[in-house]
């Protein structure tokens, strides 16, 4: 859809759905309506691309856990602001937030990689679900994981959504340690 609207940003789009709508079908129907021929052709290559991917990968998972190879692979902690994790499950994001890093010294370099924060609240409520169907689905492929950026996971620079710079940000969860923790 983002390709054939030229529009990043999903709350532009010609459909609109939550995630639990998408699970249900809702999405598939859609394309086959009237009118979404193109949308639906299109959609369904994609599909066909990535079933055929799924089945070679996990092809070449098999014959590695045969062998005795492990397979590693790459769990980056942010994901995509407009791609397909934030538009299925929205509520497990803070949309009007962004990761990135702080500088060391000089503010100039603070960095703003547009990914939007983890709503922990939320996904601690739901149970991790989404956490959960994402290692899962890793653990199709892969024996051993790199987390890149775990440091996310216990806290993180972010940033105002409006702010094109890292400069004013700040660290959440924003704890203060205390004394004994820094002996």
């Known amino acids: 859809l983002r390709n054939m609207t030229e529009e990043w940003d999903y709350h532009k ?13 809702h999405l598939v129907r859609w394309f086959g309506a009237p009118g979404h021929e193109e949308y639906g052709n299109k959609v369904g290559f994609h599909i066909f691309v990535q079933w055929h991917l799924h089945f070679q990968l996990s092809r070449v998972a098999e014959l590695a ?20 994790d934030t538009w299925c499950a929205r509520r497990m994001f803070k949309m009007d937030m962004s990761a990135g890093c702080p500088s060391i010294g000089d503010w100039s370099a603070a960095q703003n990689w547009d990914f ?3 709503n922990w609240d939320n996904m601690r409520a739901d149970g991790f679900s989404w956490w959960a169907r994402r290692l899962q689905q890793l653990a199709r492929y892969f024996t051993a994981y ?16 409006h ?20 002996r």
């Open 13 to 25: 789009w010609p459909i609109t759905l939550t995630g639990d709508e998408i699970e249900d079908g």
């Open 116 to 118: 939007p924060l983890y």
């Open 146 to 161: 790199r987390i890149d950026h775990v440091l996310g996971f216990f806290r993180i620079w972010a940033i105002p959504r």
């Open 65 to 84: 856990r045969e062998v005795g190879v492990v397979l590693k692979g790459d769990l980056p902690i942010g994901v995509a602001r407009y791609g397909v």
């Open 163 to 182: 702010n094109w710079t890292g400069f004013q940000g700040h660290f959440e969860p924003c704890n203060a340690l205390s004394r004994d923790e820094l």
